[in-house]
């Protein structure tokens, strides 16, 4: 059981081992502890919540907790768009107030909610920016659609191998 002291005792239980039993729809190339090393969301993401998560997640994380720095991001660009933006419209799950990364950290602890399908659909979604990128650049060119590769990395498509 895992209790997130920043949800006014928001408590979950972990129904599956670390990093296991992934839905078959769902099969990410990135773990959360690798997407926090190469820098992801300006370095801001996650800063207040630490303590719910492992802390080797954090060796080595490319955070700002005093507020986003794109220079953090493996692609030194901003690809993200506020977390006010993303509650107006209407893509976060109440228990996961920080959005998709929060809610992929979470299942990969072993969490499994009601809100699963959903998010895993938001992901595969994503497909299409990284066959853009294949489609558009050559490999390994990572001038090549900066922004684009960078979302797609917060995403957990690593984008440095296309």
Known sequence: MVNDEMQSG??????ELM??????????D?????????????GKYMTDCKEEFPNDWFTN?????????????????NASQSL???????W?????????????????LGRRCPDDDRQIKR???????????TS???KYDFFCRPRQRQAVLHWAYDSRQF
């Open 84 to 90: 006010s933006v993303w509650t107006n419209k209407g």
């Open 10 to 15: 928001y408590v979950y239980d972990c129904t």
């Open 92 to 108: 976060i799950y109440p228990d996961d107030p920080r959005g998709w990364f929060q809610w992929y950290c979470r299942y990969y």
């Open 123 to 133: 992901w595969r979604a994503m497909r299409r920016h990284a066959s853009q990128i």
């Open 30 to 42: 990135l773990s959360p502890k690798t997407m926090l090393k190469l820098g992801l969301f300006g």
């Open 19 to 28: 990093g296991e039993n992934f839905s078959a729809e769902f099969k990410p």
């Open 61 to 77: 994380a490319k955070l700002s907790p005093g507020g986003r720095n794109p220079h953090l991001n493996w692609f030194g660009i």
């Open 136 to 138: 558009n650049c050559e």
